[in-house]
Structures are given as structure tokens and as C-alpha cells.
């Protein structure tokens, strides 16, 4: 190689190392937010349901300053590239991706949505070949979702919600109809997926325990659990 | 919120389209993997092309046999630059990246081919552009960007076949300069390819190789020196003794069968 070809790989590489900090530095700050909300959120397993509403909202300022996060990392990541630098935020995307839906269900009971996320951290449709929400970050949010509501299930009741596990059954077996409609790969989206059941299982043991119990009032449509 | 809200029963049709997203992707993937499979089957063919005919039993002077090879393989290099082509509007745009993973061995293997060729006909490492070149099309436009790393690491893999070059020629007529002449080539490429280990992932394991290789190619070059040390004699004359016993013993033979396998080996190609 001749030394001006080897400087200019030099200064390429050298650039690209550079990227690669910045893009971190920004992931740093979303991991942060995303840990927060995670912290914040946590708190819905010892909360009353008449206190969620103000618990949300000490979540919201959290998850809507992520707008900064994204649209610093949209700035940095060059066109066309966003698949070489996705995996360097995944974690901390999905994890915000989480917090959102959760979010979500607790003031709605209902699903949020891809675009939904994606319009809540600002991600513009423009940025799509450098930043946007990957239906596979999507899913592992749900995911997560899941794993935390089939938690909710059991310290709802203890709180002394009862109906708290009927809708949160409801829910997750619509999700897991959804699931169910995917060609999963051998990946970790897959291997998530097959721990869903045990989720299930969970919540099916709590709806089943509190019905048997007459604590709550059985639920109107019969999409409800067969263990009875 | 502008958005609609999913309600239970428009779960499925949300999920619908992520399995539509999710088919998509892994049907390409799966189409990239065997593209990719076919370059890297190519690729290394064309490298034993390449060690068979420098290593023939022509009366062809070295640097003719070197072009012999090199237009031998260029001839098949266009036919893995053909599936480069092919593919190449599957990995326009953003998509490129998605799916590197999968083309990412092919690619280095084509570069250790085409760089070998390379070094055959002009003894001289082939530059970044000029790769870039070939994966273009008739107008220059880039079937996808290389990647540097990928130039990198299939240049590491270079030096290896070069060891084998070295020492498979090196009781040949002039094989023992060549093999001096490899020996400094491959030190100056591992210096350089060294300044740039900290920046790309797995060149470090590769450098590990490629100075066994160098090794080797040492200790070959080492016992020639020793052995040729106890003749007092010029080079040209060793070489016209080592070939004089080569051929004596049953050589005529040999090049016959090694001229059958080598049309068996086209055939299978074909």
C-alpha cells in the first residue's frame, strides 16, 4: 500500500471511530432516560390504581425529552447507514419502546402503536435511512410489556385489584393472537416469544384464582381463561 | 393524539403487516445468503486457478505464465462481478447495511482473488478504488459502497495464499527470488495492515495468520540459504541442477497426469 492510500484509510477509520463515539454518546443519554422511566415505572406494582394517573405523569416529561436523544442520533448517523449503527441503541430503544407502551396501557388500556411511538420521540418519516423504530425494536417492546403486566397481575391483586388481571389477560391474549401470526426466525425475537406462554400462564393462574374466589366479576366475553 | 389508538380486534391487521415486514426481510436474506454463497464458491476456485496455472510445467517464462493467470482469472472474475450485479438492487439504499452480514464473507473472499490476481500481474497490492472499480457497472456507478473493513480483512486473507505461492514455487526455476520477492511483499503488507488492527474488528485474529504465514515463508527462504551456501555456485546454476534432477526423475510422467487433472478440474467448474 502506498503511504497516501494507508493515510487516507487511516483518516476514514479515524472518522468512523469518531461516529462511532458520538453515536454512543447520545445512546448513553437515552439508556439513561430509558432507565428513569424503568425506575419511575416500577412503581405501578405498589401503587393504587386512583394513583397511577399522577405516577404517569411524573413519567411523561421523562419519556417525551427522548426527542432530544433521537434527534441528536438522526443528526449524527449518515444516509443510508441506519442498519450499521442500529445495534449500538437497540437495547436502550426497546427498553423505551417498553416504557411507552406501558405507559400507554396504564392510561388507556390499549395498545400503542409503531407509529404512535415513533410520533411520541419525534422520529420524522424523513429520517428513515438513518433513524426510525424497526418493527423488530417494536416487538421486543411488547414483549417486554408483556413480561411486566404478567408482574402487574399478581401485585394488582395484592393491592386489592381484582378486575386489574381480567383486562390485563384480555390484553395480552390479543397481543399473543398477534404473535402468533409471525414467521419467527431463529433469533432472540423468537426465543422471546416462546417465554410469552409463561407469562400467559401467570396471569391465567391469577385471573383463575381471583374468579374461583368470586373477587372478581367474570369477564363479559368468553376470551377469557379455559383453566376454569 | 393524532394517531388512532389499536383497539383488540385491529391487532391482527397491525400484525399482519409486520409478518408481510418480517417475510420480507428473511426471503432476502435467505437470497443474499446463497448469492453470496455462490461468490464466495467462485472466488475460490478462481484462487486454485490461479496457484495451478503458476505452478504449470510451461516452457513459458514466469511473467507469461502471470498473465496466462491473470486473464484466466479476470475471466472469472467477471462472472462474480455478474452476481454482484444481480444483486445489487436488493441492496439499494438503507438496505445495504441491513443485510452486510450476509455478503460480508463473499465480498472478502472476492477480494482475496481478485487481489491475488492482482499481485501476480503487477506484484502490487490493488488499491481500495480499484476494487471499488470492478464492482461497478460500464458506468461507474458502484453496485454497492465497499466497505473498508471488508477491503481490509480480505487483503488480510491475501498473505496466505501468497505463503502457499511461495513455498509450492520455490524448488522452481527462479522460485527461490520469487519467494524473496513474496517474503518482503507480505512484511510490508502486515506492517501496514498492522497500523489499522486497532480500528477494525477480527483484524487483529487475521494478523495472528498472516504472521505464521510470514513465518513459514522465512523458514523457507532460510533453508535455501543454509542448503545453497554449502555449493559455491551462482543461482541460475542451482536452479538448472534442481530442475535437471526434477526432470530425470519421471517428470514427463508427472506433467502428463497433472495436465489430465487440470482438465478434469475445468470440467467440474463448468
Not at chain 2, 505463503?163 to 524448488?171: H, K, L, V
Amino acid at each position: 500500500m502506498d503511504a497516501e492510500d494507508l493515510n487516507h484509510i487511516n483518516q476514514l477509520l479515524d472518522h468512523d471511530v469518531e461516529l462511532r463515539e458520538k453515536i454512543k454518546d447520545q445512546v448513553t443519554e437515552l439508556d439513561k432516560k430509558a432507565r428513569t422511566m424503568v425506575g419511575l415505572l416500577n412503581k405501578i406494582h405498589s401503587t393504587p390504581s386512583n394513583l397511577i394517573p399522577a405516577l404517569l405523569d411524573s413519567v411523561r416529561p421523562t419519556l417525551d425529552s427522548c426527542r432530544e436523544a433521537t434527534a441528536g442520533l438522526a443528526a449524527l448517523v449518515p444516509p443510508s447507514q441506519f442498519w450499521r449503527w442500529k445495534d449500538q441503541w437497540a437495547n436502550a430503544l426497546r427498553t423505551v419502546i417498553f416504557a411507552a407502551s406501558l405507559v400507554e396501557y396504564l392510561a388507556s388500556g390499549k395498545l400503542i402503536s409503531l407509529a404512535q411511538v415513533s410520533d411520541i420521540l419525534g422520529i420524522k418519516e424523513e429520517w428513515k435511512d438513518r433513524l426510525a423504530i424497526s418493527a423488530e425494536d417494536y416487538l421486543h417492546g411488547l414483549i417486554s410489556l408483556v413480561n411486566e403486566l404478567s408482574r402487574l397481575a399478581v401485585n394488582a391483586v395484592t393491592l386489592g385489584n381484582f378486575e386489574e388481571p381480567i383486562r390485563i389477560s384480555l390484553f395480552v391474549k390479543d397481543l399473543f393472537a398477534g404473535f402468533s401470526m409471525l414467521n419467527l426466525k431463529n433469533d432472540t425475537l423468537r426465543r422471546r416469544y416462546d417465554s410469552l406462554k409463561y407469562d400467559i400462564k401467570k396471569i391465567e393462574e391469577v385471573v383463575y384464582d381471583v374468579s374461583l374466589r368470586k373477587l372478581a366479576a367474570p369477564p363479559v366475553n368468553d376470551t377469557a381463561p379455559t383453566t376454569s | 393524539m393524532s394517531q388512532p389508538i389499536i383497539q383488540g380486534s385491529s391487532i391482527i391487521n397491525i400484525f399482519d403487516g409486520f409478518r408481510a415486514d418480517l417475510d420480507d426481510y428473511s426471503d432476502r436474506r435467505e437470497r443474499l445468503i446463497k448469492a453470496s454463497r455462490d461468490v464466495t464458491n467462485l472466488s475460490k476456485k478462481i484462487i486454485f486457478l490461479l496457484h495451478r496455472i503458476m505452478t504449470e510445467d510451461a516452457e513459458d517464462t514466469d511473467r507469461a505464465l502471470s498473465l496466462r493467470a491473470a486473464s484466466a482469472g479476470r475471466e472469472k472474475l467477471a462472472e462474480v462481478t455478474a452476481i454482484y450485479a444481480e444483486i445489487k438492487h436488493e441492496l439499494q439504499g438503507d438496505r445495504f447495511w441491513r443485510y452486510h452480514r450476509c455478503i460480508s464473507p463473499s465480498i472478502q473472499e472476492f477480494i482475496e482473488a481478485l487481489s491475488f490476481m492482482h499481485y501476480l500481474e503487477h506484484g502490487t497490492l490493488v488499491t481500495f478504488e480499484d476494487v471499488q472499480h470492478i464492482l461497478s457497472d460500464q458506468h461507474g456507478v458502484p453496485y454497492f459502497i465497499l466497505p473498508l473493513d471488508d477491503y481490509l480483512l480480505g487483503l488480510s486473507d491475501l498473505t496466505g495464499e501468497l505463503m502457499r505461492f511461495a513455498i509450492t514455487g520455490i524448488s522452481r526455476r527462479g522460485g527461490r527470488s520469487k519467494a524473496s520477492d513474496v517474503c518482503a511483499f507480505v512484511r510490508r503488507c502486515k506492517a501496514d495492515l498492522e497500523r489499522l488492527t486497532p480500528y477494525v474488528r477480527e483484524l487483529s485474529r487475521k494478523q495472528y495468520v498472516t504472521a505464521q504465514s510470514l513465518e513459514k515463508i522465512e523458514d523457507a527462504a532460510y533453508a535455501i540459504v543454509v542448503r545453497g551456501s554449502e555449493y559455491d555456485l551462482p543461482p541460475e546454476r542451482l536452479d538448472d541442477i534442481v530442475a535437471l534432477s526434477v526432470s530425470s526423475f519421471g517428470g514427463r510422467d508427472r506433467r502428463h497426469k497433472r495436465a489430465n487433472m487440470d482438465r478434469n478440474d475445468e470440467d467440474d467448474e463448468r
